[in-house]
């Protein structure tokens, strides 16, 4: 019970993971946290999405790219308004997929990291779609 008790001491240390807010409007997206981030719709130039390991669990998150800029955004599924985000990148980004298009290739198989680049979409069975697959 020696690891149990390192366990616990280990988890009393740590904060609780904060939940960010994501807000979309007609200018762009906003992510709620200490120093508010921003990017315009007309900015974003590629999107991705991975599975990250949270050692309990998976968590997928997307990445909103600025090409030119060499930046971007991270949000999570955590993140409050993440679903609404999902809805306005599919109707303001022409060629977005829908997350039945993209979810399994990311979420599969269970633990190993997978990237998929959703925007610009590269159709199925398409080289690009996976970029990398790590442990």
Do not use: H
Not at 32 to 40: K, S
Not at 52 to 58: G, I, N
Not at 76 to 104: I, K, V
């Amino acid at each position: 019970m020696i690891w149990l008790n390192k366990l616990r001491r280990f988890a009393a240390g740590r904060r609780a993971a904060r939940v960010r807010e994501v807000r979309c409007d007609e200018s762009g997206i906003r992510i709620g946290t200490a120093r508010e981030q921003a990017v315009d719709w007309g900015q974003i130039t590629a999107a991705y999405a991975y599975k990250r390991d949270c050692y309990a669990v998976d968590q997928i998150r997307l990445v909103l790219w600025n090409e030119a800029k060499g930046s971007g955004l991270e949000v999570t599924e955590n993140d409050q308004g993440y679903e609404a985000l999902l809805g306005e990148l599919e109707r303001r980004l022409s060629g977005f997929p829908s997350l039945a298009e993209w979810c399994f290739v990311v979420a599969m198989p269970p633990v190993e990291t997978q990237w998929a680049r959703l925007y610009p979409w590269v159709p199925a069975g398409e080289s690009e779609r996976t970029l990398t697959s790590a442990r």
